[in-house]
């Protein structure tokens, strides 16, 4: 089973780039299953709209993912709450809406969806690491109702990430951090089968500053008092995410591939 996940989609360049290469991609590399984190995907490049959803729905996601700026834009909630293929992170506060973890049935198989959040320099949410292990108790690989198992951890920190996917080594088919924006080169399998990647980058246009207009950027860190709040670059995009080959068997991983495409980046495929 082939089942590739684009990192944080960042404003129109990175919705338009998703429009244009993802099909392609899905066709080409024959791929099963799509998650995307689309925490960034509105125009202000914070939060997703209804109509962003839909439309990476229709370019080929089966699930999006989101992050700690899942609320910035009103429509989030309604989305949430009324349709299961966008989550949350499963540890933000008990009463949000929607669900931070989703079952997921296509070609016969049942592709279990798991969004996480760290808990350093991230919004107030439950401890990680103790959500985690409670989902751990509750989905495991080859039990007859699991057969694969995705887990989007989005957060700031390396360690945070990396201890994750040592975590689940052996009982999630990946592990994959969002929300730096930038593809790491670690990707590999951990020694118990698990796919990892410590970033898998964002889609977006890398002309930039993490997606974000480099000049305006630039004048804020600079204390330019003519700086204006935040907004997305709009230059070519890149698609970036990891691809895993998993056995249909165990659930594990057999093989990762990371994908880039398109934009200001060296093309991976």
């Given at each position: 089973m082939n089942i590739l996940i684009l990192g944080d989609v960042v404003g129109p360049a990175g919705v338009k780039a998703v429009k244009e290469r993802l099909p392609n991609t899905i066709k080409e590399k024959k791929v099963d299953f799509v998650i995307i984190n689309g925490e960034n995907a509105a125009d202000t490049g914070r939060g997703i709209t209804k109509?962003?959803?839909?439309?990476?729905?229709?370019?080929?996601?089966?699930?999006?993912?989101?992050?700690?700026?899942?609320?910035d834009h009103k429509d989030a909630e309604e989305i949430a709450s009324k349709n299961l293929k966008l989550l949350r992170p499963l540890n933000l506060p008990k009463d949000s809406p929607?669900?931070?973890?989703?079952?997921?049935?296509?070609?016969?198989?049942?592709?279990?969806?798991?969004?996480?959040?760290g808990n350093i320099f991230m919004k107030k949410c439950e401890d990680v690491f103790i959500e985690a292990k409670k989902f751990i108790e509750k989905f495991k690989l080859g039990d007859g109702k699991t057969d694969f198992i995705i887990v989007d951890m989005h957060g700031e920190i390396t360690s945070e990430k990396t201890a994750m996917g040592h975590l689940f080594d052996g009982k999630a088919t990946m592990v994959v951090g969002t929300h730096t924006h930038v593809p790491t080169s670690d990707y590999r399998i951990l020694e118990k089968g698990t796919a990892y990647q410590t970033d898998i980058g964002m889609c977006g246009d890398y002309n930039s500053v993490i997606g974000m207009n480099k000049d305006n950027s630039l004048k804020k860190f600079l204390k330019d008092s003519s700086a204006e709040s935040?907004?997305?670059?709009?230059?070519?995009?890149?698609?970036?995410?990891?691809?895993?080959?998993a056995d249909n068997e165990t659930g594990l991983a057999k093989k990762v591939q990371p994908i880039i495409l398109g934009g200001s980046l060296e093309e991976r495929i």
């Open positions: 109509k962003i959803f839909e439309e990476l729905l229709i370019a080929g996601a089966d699930v999006i993912t989101t992050g700690n700026h899942v609320w929607g669900k931070g973890e989703g079952i997921f049935k296509k070609n016969g198989k049942n592709f279990i969806v798991l969004n996480l959040m935040h907004f997305p670059s709009l230059g070519d995009g890149t698609i970036s995410g990891l691809l895993v080959t």
